[in-house]
């Protein structure tokens, strides 16, 4: 299945459109840590690099895409269920400040 295949879908990544699959179930976690930490810390990028990545993928023509991927993953009531943004922002907060020290 080629991206142009994949492109043209929503709601999941690969599939019918119909069925959540294994493969959505192996990258939504590492999509929900990557918007937290994008949207709230530096994390291993210079100061204000992860924002402006953030924003490239929420605005920029070429990840339309995966955002409307993501609005449709992040609109399941299972994601809705399982995902708390606020507690993952708190505990990388605090492991930001534990390095620092």
Known sequence: MGYSTLSNRSKILIGDEKEFTTADAAIIPFFERMEVELKNI???????????AWEALVT????ARWRKYWTDVKA???SKNTFDESQRSRWLKTREEAAAK
């Open 76 to 78: 399941r009531e299972s």
């Open 42 to 52: 530096s994390g291993g990028f210079e100061e204000g690099e992860g924002r402006k």
């Open 60 to 63: 920029e023509g070429r990840f």
